[in-house]
């Protein structure tokens, strides 16, 4: 490394370091957590200084397709815009949810509605990548997801599962980008099958297993001496992270027949259902970021015969969802979001009877973690088509999430090329958004 | 002499430009030239064609790496002018791959130029660090305070020392870890994470060294019994304390007397009874009790909300009424699993 790069990369970091070391000289405070390995003000590596975080883990529900706003969390009741989809008062006083969410009219307290998000990309592809790194999707670069940047900044929280867990997705939006391959999320194709392949195989005893798994580590050890790149830690850290997941006590985590009927069927019997209680019981277990996806909003035609279809399993799971985290005391420091690529045109398409792409004004929900329920935040005309207050952009949006989790959103890390990066891009957090 | 300048004004204002550019030459690159030459931003992050930008007047003017495209004034030094009016048949000819521009919108733009590249009142997209005047004004973001916990650790780790290394090694022990609550606060977050199973009251003896300084604690899905919330009474800033899927019972909850700064407290799969009721109620500052799935009673409830009405008391979740059919279809699906 020549001595540009290395001050380039040092940069930060050190200047930060001797700030805190002067002012632990000068007044004596902030040494301890500086030199101890308990302390959590850090990063892992002790070069990234947290905030203070009113949040310690998230579930991230995404509608993918992009939801039509108007016909879920911001109905414009009256207006020319609105189409046949009634609306129902919510028992939050400003709040009015659509016809086809009864059941999460009666949990708007827990929630803020942010009707004024606004992002610049208008196809899926762009605009999931958007929502989910705050930077537009390049050829050149992948950027992290925003479960990879809490595990990469604030550690893992419980050493022995998966920091970062996606449910129903697939990787191709939660993404560990550029970051080490460990802050890759694990993949779970469906909440009913939970974590397959994680025992050992039958007629395997633990004896065999271990000795298999040390003849590898010797085989492999040279190798990686002689070869010591990130790339190829990577593929070791895969193992370990691989054996501690089938060795860890909460693996039980992962399985949601564990839970009573009364519960199982609270949250509803499709995939999503089955995702958001799976993503309950990880974040109990202190696995720090789990998304679960609810693919088919794209309506483009019979927006409103779909609207009946897709709404109610959301309204239930996510009605089930808070209940259940509140009564258990976990969406004081737990936040849920839900979130899309972008809204659907205020103006009905008579044609298909559909609504199309319309990134310019659409609804996002945060609740728990130190947001504060039962609000609305930002406003669109009478008709929905311009937001007219307090505009959120993507990237404010999740700059928001992080400012929650602690997250410094103004910190640059480097990427291996040496680019600059920080958690929400550009984004602002919206502080008015906490109590 | 003394009246030229205004004769000129006069003759000049007398002359209206014969373009008008917003209504003709704007068509024409918006047509043909801003595709290529565009923001990355609104084009999928497609770097503008040879480094120039069309979409927006202080780009135009601003021109490329090379010099200026457009020279008010002097279409035969404008660039933008000399590439849309070379032959068909050249390479370098503007849009790319096309015959080019018509005659007639070829020399619109030339006499354009030649007028003095008048935008009138078009500003399109705007310089950098300014916002166009064709997006609404927005009220600003309310820039907003700190959260309500944050502002309440600022205040109560006001003048106290933080604990040393030594301290907080020797309380976290085997299975605890012990954060500042943010960088700089001496006030200590603690919990168990991944060893609930493993952890029970001998563990959790050690965090009596730092108990002026824990504001959190997580015992959560703990293997402790009642002694152990012995500690718990020598911490006098306690805010917050989880003892959830425990087992701890009434008996426990005695060392809570006199912590004056509770204002959470999770006893969610308890075994604590109505007999706790006085004792959560004589707790000054408690804002929330978590009480599902305990031996708490609907009449134990009832009594804690006539002593303390402003309580928030969570017990038995909203939870939705089962899908008609769904347990049906639930128990059928876990068969075929297994």
């Known amino acids: ?435 | 002499m003394l009246l030229s300048p205004l004769l000129l004004s006069f003759a000049v204002g007398a002359e209206a430009p014969a373009v008008d550019f917003r209504k003709e030459v704007l068509p024409i690159l918006k047509g043909r030239c801003i595709e290529c030459h565009q923001d990355p931003a609104t084009n999928s992050g497609k770097r503008p064609k040879g480094g120039l930008r069309l979409d927006g007047k202080h780009w135009i003017l601003e021109g490329t790496r090379s010099g200026p495209v457009v020279v008010p004034g002097d279409p035969n030094l404008s660039t933008l002018y000399e590439l849309i009016a070379l032959d068909k048949d050249d390479p370098d000819l503007m849009p790319p791959n096309s015959d080019g521009l018509s005659k007639a919108e070829v020399e619109t733009i030339r006499t354009w130029i030649a007028e003095g590249a008048d935008f009138g009142d078009w500003i399109g997209a705007p310089a950098p660090g300014e916002t166009s005047p064709d997006t609404p004004k927005l009220t600003p973001k309310p820039t907003g305070k700190l959260p309500r916990i944050v502002q309440l650790y600022i205040e109560l780790g006001e003048g106290v020392t933080p604990c040393t290394p030594n301290q907080l090694a020797a309380a976290a022990g085997e299975h605890g870890m012990l954060k500042p609550v943010f960088p700089g606060s001496p006030l200590l977050a603690a919990n168990f994470p991944s060893n609930q199973g493993r952890t029970g009251t001998d563990h959790v003896r050690g965090l009596a060294g730092c108990a002026e300084h824990i504001v959190t604690l997580d015992l959560g899905r703990t293997r402790i019994t009642d002694e152990a919330l012995a500690v718990v009474a020598e911490m006098p800033r306690l805010v917050k304390l989880d003892l959830r899927q425990t087992n701890i019972t009434d008996a426990a909850l005695i060392h809570l007397f006199g912590l004056n700064d509770l204002r959470s407290l999770n006893l969610f799969s308890t075994k604590v009874t109505d007999a706790s009721i006085e004792v959560i109620a004589k707790l000054k500052k408690l804002e929330t009790v978590y009480l599902w799935k305990t031996q708490v009673t609907p009449a134990g409830i009832g009594r804690l909300r006539e002593l303390r009405p402003k309580l928030r008391i969570v017990h038995t979740p909203d939870l939705p009424a089962p899908e008609r059919g769904g347990p049906t279809e639930d128990e059928s699906g876990r068969r075929r699993r297994r």
């Open chain 1, 1 to 435: 490394m020549t001595l540009r790069e290395h001050l380039r990369r040092a940069d930060e970091p050190s200047r930060r370091t001797f700030v805190t070391g002067l002012a632990a000289g000068l007044f004596g405070v902030g040494t301890a957590p500086l030199a101890s390995p308990l302390s959590g003000a850090l990063s892992q590596d002790g070069a990234i200084p947290l905030q203070h975080a009113t949040a310690k883990r998230v579930i991230y529900l995404y509608m993918s397709g992009g939801m039509s706003q108007l016909d879920t969390f911001s109905p414009k009741p009256g207006a020319a815009t609105q189409g046949p989809t009634e609306s129902l008062q919510s028992n939050a006083d400003d709040v009015r949810v659509s016809e086809h969410f009864p059941l999460m009219a009666r949990h708007m307290d827990k929630v803020c509605v942010v009707e004024s998000v606004n992002s610049n990309q208008g196809a899926h592809a762009q605009g999931q990548y958007y929502m989910h790194t705050s930077y537009e999707l390049r050829g050149t670069i992948r950027h992290p997801s925003l479960g990879a940047w809490l595990n990469y900044m604030a550690g893992p929280v419980n050493e022995t599962l998966p920091g970062h867990v996606a449910i129903n997705g697939g990787l191709y939006n939660a993404s560990g980008g550029f970051l080490e391959s460990k802050y890759m999320p694990l993949p779970i194709g469906s909440a009913e099958d939970g974590l397959q392949n994680s025992a050992r195989a039958e007629g395997v005893s633990e004896r065999i297993f271990d000795r298999r798994m040390e003849r590898l580590r010797e085989m492999n050890e040279a190798f990686r001496d002689r070869y010591n790149t990130k790339e190829v830690r990577a593929y070791g850290d895969m193992y370990e992270q691989a054996l501690s997941l089938m060795n860890s006590q909460d693996l039980d985590a992962f399985d949601i027949s564990k839970e009573p009927e009364s519960i199982q069927a609270a949250y509803g019997s499709d995939p999503f259902g089955k995702g958001c209680l799976l993503a309950r019981r990880l974040i109990e277990h202190d696995v720090r970021f789990v998304e679960v996806v609810k693919n088919g909003w794209d309506t483009h035609a019979e927006n409103f015969d779909q609207m009946g279809e897709l709404c109610p399993p959301v309204d239930r799971a996510l009605s089930a969802l808070l209940a259940d985290l509140d009564a258990r005391g976990l969406l004081e420091d737990t936040m849920v979001v839900l979130a899309t690529e972008f809204g659907r045109t205020p103006r009905i398409n008579t044609q298909r009877d559909g609504r199309d792409h319309y990134p310019k004004a659409f609804t996002c929900l945060l609740a728990g973690g130190g947001i504060q329920g039962g609000i609305k935040y930002g406003k669109t005309d009478a008709e929905g088509h311009e937001v007219v207050e307090n505009i959120v952009t993507v990237e404010d949006f999740n700059a928001t999430i992080a400012y929650g989790l602690g997250l410094p959103t103004e910190y640059e890390m480097y990427s291996p090329s040496g680019r600059p990066f920080r958690v929400a891009h550009k984004g602002i957090p919206v502080k008015a958004m906490f109590t």
